[in-house]
């Protein structure tokens, strides 16, 4: 099958579909998924946009909304984890995974699903090592502190990750694993991102738990986004005697802009026909941490060797096999998507209704199945974070990040031939950019590799180093 991977989707799905359409029409072949590797911007209506960390000039309706309502239909079956630029709201109604649209599925903060017999695992959110070990205290109305700490990713994901003992085909995560920089060609990285070179000589760019996932579950392909530049690398794994056991080939793409490498094809052999399942092992490791889930905004810590709980949750064969019986034998995701928030309509009167309440049928579904807790349903979590974070409140840093974020311009995607440089990862994949130079080039001038000389840009310089911060 053929897979397109997308880098940051920045509410850009009017573009990424007629790219892929434009895409399947010259090379005479069908695209059987794509994966969208955060930035997303689910946005249905105007109160999704307050849930999201973008200053407000660029806090724009984009084209998310559209799916949504129905009046689009995505033409492929799209796969997608959160980064930081989400309506945060949204995404909470689904922790464990979900429709958002018709055919696109939201991974939660953490899942693995299979497609085709294909496994595909996503990480949702940045690493930030302030809110690593905090649960997941927050839940809207947002204050501007944990509109931004939602998106932060948590030691629990990464537990129960790092618990799955079979293969993995595809791993995504927003920030990349730390330290993937050195496995692939640095310099030329460096030449395009000139800013990251203190993060890259203290190894201190990247997610330090992912770059430990990498190495524990040593999937075939990993993708990430956020550093908005295409980079391939490729990390060899060794057995206990040293030798190259397998590989996992790295890509980073850039987000969706005329002439970027926001785009490839990955050509991959399914194993069962192409349809979207839940994953028996994951299914096992949710249930069996459940008790580890943690709401509040305190520390918590994972069960390690040497503390008398346990540690391994490593799934059994007879665990595997009661989930499938608990699920009647069909892991089959079913199409059940349902608007919980109201749409945006052009030119309306666009009086939104939010749902506070984050009840979504999906996650009830799936908890109820499981017999898992649903992190939306506690009463009593929503009056003691609303207090908890109330107290807490910060004053706004929108003023600061500004014009570091820019949202895609309409334009007519135009394809340029396929490239098949040595940048390329694989032969198996083949990439893709739109190309069609834009007399819209100012939108270039925020982009964050073009930062020094004149005093506009030096301005930008010092909101640039604010908003690495969010960054590495
Ligand atoms: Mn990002």
């Not at 958002?100 to 930030?128: C, D, E, H, T």
């Not at 991102?193 to 392909?221: M, V, W």
């Not at 009830?364 to 807490?392: A, Q, R």
């Amino acid at each position: 099958m053929k897979i397109a991977v997308e880098g940051c989707a920045h509410g850009e799905l009017d573009r990424i579909y007629e790219t892929l359409q434009v895409i399947e029409k010259r090379e005479n072949f069908k695209i059987d998924l794509l994966l969208i590797c955060g930035d997303f911007q689910a946005v249905r209506n105007q109160g999704d946009l307050r849930s999201m960390a973008v200053p407000p000039k660029f806090q724009k309706m984009n084209t998310f909304y559209k799916y949504y309502s129905g009046e689009k239909k995505a033409p492929v079956l799209t796969i997608i984890i959160g980064g930081n630029h989400e309506a945060s709201n949204y995404m909470q109604e689904l922790p464990y995974g979900g429709w958002v649209a018709p055919s696109i599925y939201y991974l939660g903060y953490a899942s693995v699903v299979q497609f085709g017999g294909i496994r595909i695992g996503g990480i949702s959110g940045i690493y930030k090592s302030h809110d690593f070990f905090k649960g997941h205290h927050e839940f809207p109305p947002y204050t501007e502190e944990t509109k931004r700490s939602v998106y932060h990713v948590r030691n629990l994901e990464f537990f129960r990750m790092k618990q799955i003992s079979r293969p993995i085909d595809i791993m995504m995560s927003h920030d990349w694993p730390r330290g993937i920089h050195s496995f692939g060609d640095t310099d030329a990285l460096l030449r395009k991102k000139k800013f990251l070179e203190k993060d890259i000589r203290t190894n201190s760019l990247g997610s330090p738990p992912a770059e430990d996932l990498l190495h524990t579950l040593c999937p075939a392909y990993w993708f990430s986004a956020h550093l908005h530049v295409k980079f391939s690398a490729i990390v060899p794994h060794k057995d206990e005697l040293g030798e190259l056991k397998s590989e996992t080939k790295f890509l980073s793409l850039d987000k969706c802009l005329p002439k970027r490498d926001f785009l490839q094809i990955l050509n991959i052999k399914h194993k069962k026909p192409l349809k979207l399942e839940l994953d028996a092992e994951w299914m096992a490791i949710l249930k069996s941490t459940n008790h580890l889930l943690h709401l509040k905004k305190s520390n918590c810590y994972m069960p390690t060797p040497g503390i008398d709980e346990r540690y391994d949750f490593k799934v059994s064969d007879e665990e595997m096999k009661s989930i499938q019986e608990d699920f009647g034998g069909d892991l089959s995701i079913p199409d059940n998507f349902v608007q919980t928030g109201s749409v945006y309509t052009v030119g309306g009167f666009n009086n939104y209704r939010s749902n506070e309440s984050l009840i979504n049928d999906q996650t009830t579904l799936l908890c109820d199945m499981l017999g898992i807790t649903n992190p939306n349903k506690s009463k009593d979590n929503f009056s003691n974070i609303h207090l908890e974070n109330n107290s807490e409140e910060v004053g706004s840093a929108d003023s600061v990040e500004e014009e570091l974020e820019v949202i895609c311009i309409p334009q007519k995607p135009v394809m340029s031939s396929a490239e098949n440089s040595q940048e390329s990862l694989d032969q198996d994949m083949l990439s893709f950019d739109s190309s069609n130079s834009s007399k819209h080039s100012l939108l270039d001038s925020s982009d964050m590799d073009s930062i020094n000389s004149n005093p506009r840009k030096k301005l930008k310089r010092r909101n640039i180093n604010l908003y690495l911060d969010d960054l590495s």
